[in-house]
T-cell receptor
């Protein structure tokens, strides 16, 4: 079993729709959690950190459920520019463990 | 541009040759990380430095791989006797002392071993 698992997608979503991704992690010692975004053939870039209380940044909302060991990302009013791969990342003792990513394609 | 830089951006080499990549982190960042990423996968941790000290190495890092950060600034990653399975994107990231969890990535070096 992978330490961080994500549905690889692709998720094909019409512009303006709401889309949600989930990610599960196996190590209960995980300390902090992040969503990164990666465009094709580019480096990953931090999208947002994920807190137990949930956090929102504009159209993006992240949630953490420690009991069930999953993390979610919700994108509202999706834009064409949201098309990318979204990587779920878990920090364990200062080492980042990465999921394989979920590919999102926003269609006009 | 004050971001993380990597050189070269692309490298094509023949199997058996040695290659060396360089990473220049953001200047005030004391932690530096190397990752490898293959198509359809997330980055895999290889090693990390705090200042000049190499604090952790993944078991993925075979004896053919070596990394250095001699003065606590730039870092090099060398692969000896390259194999076709080494073909990947090699990513470098750095993080500041006040937030070790947030890593800033360079553009990567894409290695192709023929």
């Amino acid at each position: 079993r992978k330490e961080v698992e994500q549905d690889p997608g692709p998720f094909n979503v019409p512009e303006g729709a709401t889309v949600a991704f989930n990610c599960t992690y196996s190590n209960s010692a995980s300390q902090s959690f992040f969503w990164y975004r990666q465009d094709c053939r580019k480096e990953p870039k931090l999208l947002m950190s994920v807190y137990s209380s949930g956090n929102e940044d504009g159209r993006f909302t992240a949630q953490l459920n420690r009991a069930s060991q999953y993390i979610s990302l919700l994108i509202r009013d999706s834009k064409l520019s949201d098309s990318a791969t979204y990587l779920c990342v878990v920090n364990i003792y200062y080492q980042l463990i990465w999921g394989a990513g979920t590919k999102l394609i926003i269609k006009p | 541009d004050t971001g993380v830089s990597q050189d070269p951006r692309h490298k094509i080499t023949k199997r058996g040759q040695n290659v060396t990549f360089r990473c220049d982190p953001i200047s005030e960042h004391n932690r530096l990380y190397w990752y490898r990423q293959t198509l359809g996968q997330g980055p895999e941790f290889l090693t990390y430095f705090q200042n000049e000290a190499q604090l952790e190495k993944s078991r993925l890092l075979s004896d053919r791989f070596s990394a250095e950060r001699p003065k606590g600034s730039f870092s090099t990653l060398e692969i000896q006797r390259t194999e076709q399975g080494d073909s990947a994107m090699y990513l470098c990231a750095s993080s500041p002392p006040e937030d070790v969890h947030e890593q800033y990535f360079g553009p990567g070096t894409r290695l192709t071993v023929t």
